[in-house]
C-alpha cells in the first residue's frame, strides 16, 4: 500500500477536528487539507481559514453546500416525513451525505490519498461519513484518529490541545458539543450523559424558551408546491432561504426543542438534545397539506414505510438502492401535495388552522351534516355488511365448534 502524502480533513474547526489536523501531521508525516462545508453553521465559520493554517494545514477549502444541503437532501426527507422513532427530524444524519459528496470532489481536486473525520467510534457519523464515501470512491482509505489514537477522552483531547498551542472553546467543565446546521442545532456530551439531567437554559441558542415566548400567538401561511415548501406569507424563498426565515419565525416561539434517548446504529442509547424550529413547524404542515391531497391509501402505505425510509437515513445509507426507491415513491405521490397551510405558533406549540389546495379530496358537500343531493346514506348498509362479511364468518365459524 502506497504511503498517504495528502489527506482531506472534515474539518469543523472545534475540539476534536483541530486536534486530529495536528494528529495527522505528526503521525502520518503527510500535507493536510482542511476542508470544511458551509451547511448553515453561521458565524462558526468565522476565522477558520486562519486557524486551519495556524494549526498546520496546508491549504484549507471551504464549499458552501447551503442550497443543496436544503434542496437534495432536507427537502426530500420532508417530502417523506421523515422521522427516526417519532421525534427525531434527523438534523444530523441529513448532513453527512450532503457533506462528503462535496468533500469528495475537494479530493478527487486535490489528489489526496485518504480522507480523515472526527467521528467516534461509538457514533452513528462514522459510519455515514465512509458509507457515503465507499459511494463515491469504492477504494477510498479513511483514517479515523478515535479508532487509532490513545485519546480516550474529550478531556485528553482538550489536554493535547493545551499543550500544542491549539486554540479551542471547549473546556472540562463545559465539554458538550454542538453541531449546528441550517436544519438544527444539537447537543451531546458533558452534563447531557446524565439523561436525568435537565439542560442548562443558556445551553440553546436557535430557540427562546417556551416560557418566555410571547404571550401573543403568531399565524403564518406556508405554501406548498408538489411537496415542497415554497413561500410564507405569500412571499417566495429558495429552499435554504426559506428554512432560515422559518427557524427565525419559529424560534422566537420556542417551537422545536427535543431531549430524547436514542438508538445509535453501533447498538448504544445515546441522549440528544436538538432544536429544529424550521424543520418542526414545516414537517407538521407538510402533513396537513398531505391531509387534504392525497388518498387515505395512499398516506397508509406511505407511512408503514416512514420508519423503514428515516432508519436508513439515520444509519448512513442514503446513497443506498433501497432509499432512492423509497423516495421516488414517495416523491410520485407529491404531485398533488400542492396548497396552502395556515399555522398558528404559541410558546412551544404549533397548531394548524387551515388548509386549502386546487387539488383537494376534500368535497363539503358530501361530508356536510345538512342536507345534501350528492350522498345516499343508504349505500353504508351494503358497505358495512361486506366490510364485516370475514367477522360474521369467524363468529358462525366459532359458534358452530361450540355445538
Known amino acids: 500500500m502506497k504511503p498517504i502524502k495528502k489527506v482531506v480533513l472534515a474539518y469543523s474547526g472545534g475540539l476534536d477536528t483541530s486536534v486530529i489536523l495536528r494528529w495527522l501531521i505528526e503521525t502520518y508525516k503527510c500535507e493536510v487539507v482542511a476542508w470544511c462545508a458551509d451547511v448553515g453553521q453561521a458565524e462558526e465559520l468565522s476565522g477558520l481559514d486562519k486557524k486551519a493554517k495556524d494549526t498546520g494545514a496546508v491549504q484549507y477549502v471551504q464549499m458552501d453546500l447551503r442550497e ?77 484518529p478515535w479508532r487509532e489514537w490513545s485519546i480516550k477522552s474529550r478531556t485528553d483531547c482538550i489536554d493535547y490541545a493545551k499543550k500544542h498551542g491549539i486554540p479551542i472553546t471547549a473546556s472540562a467543565e463545559k465539554p458538550y458539543s454542538m453541531d449546528r446546521n441550517l436544519l438544527h442545532l444539537s447537543f451531546e456530551g458533558g452534563v447531557l450523559e446524565d439523561p436525568w439531567n435537565e439542560p442548562p437554559k443558556d445551553m440553546f441558542i436557535l430557540s427562546k424558551d417556551p416560557t418566555d415566548a410571547p404571550n401573543e400567538p403568531e399565524y403564518l401561511e406556508i405554501g406548498f408546491e408538489k411537496g415542497n415548501p415554497v413561500s410564507i406569507n405569500g412571499q417566495s424563498y ?5 428554512l432560515g426565515r422559518m427557524n427565525e419565525i419559529a424560534g422566537r416561539h420556542g417551537v422545536g426543542r427535543v431531549d430524547i434517548c436514542e438508538s445509535r446504529y453501533v447498538g448504544m442509547k445515546s441522549r440528544g438534545v436538538y432544536e429544529t424550529p424550521g ?75 387551515g388548509r386549502k389546495s386546487p387539488y383537494t379530496l376534500y368535497r363539503e358537500d358530501f361530508v356536510t351534516f345538512e342536507r345534501d343531493e350528492v350522498y345516499d346514506q343508504r349505500d353504508a348498509t351494503g358497505f358495512i355488511r361486506l366490510t364485516g362479511l370475514r367477522l360474521r364468518l369467524d363468529a358462525l365459524r366459532d359458534r358452530a365448534k361450540k355445538q
Open 68 to 144: 443543496s444541503f436544503v434542496k437534495d437532501f432536507v427537502f426530500p426527507a420532508l417530502r417523506a416525513n421523515a422521522i427516526y422513532e417519532g421525534e427525531y427530524l434527523l438534523g444530523t444524519s441529513l448532513a453527512r451525505p450532503c457533506i462528503i459528496e462535496g468533500m469528495m470532489k475537494t479530493v478527487r481536486e486535490t489528489g489526496a490519498d485518504a480522507i480523515s473525520h472526527g467521528a467516534t467510534g461509538k457514533g452513528n457519523d462514522q459510519v455515514r461519513f465512509e458509507l457515503g464515501a465507499m459511494f463515491f470512491d469504492p477504494e477510498v482509505r479513511v483514517i479515523a
Open 238 to 242: 429558495g429552499p435554504a432561504m426559506l
Open 279 to 353: 424543520g418542526t413547524v414545516l414537517h407538521k404542515a407538510h402533513r396537513a397539506m398531505e391531509s387534504i391531497t392525497l388518498d387515505r391509501e395512499q398516506i397508509r402505505l406511505r407511512d408503514s414505510l416512514i420508519p423503514e425510509y428515516s432508519t436508513l437515513v439515520y444509519r448512513g445509507f442514503w446513497f443506498a438502492p433501497e432509499r432512492v426507491m423509497l423516495q421516488g415513491m414517495f416523491d410520485q405521490i407529491q404531485e398533488v401535495v400542492t396548497g396552502t397551510v395556515r399555522l398558528k405558533l404559541y410558546k412551544g406549540n404549533v397548531t394548524i388552522v
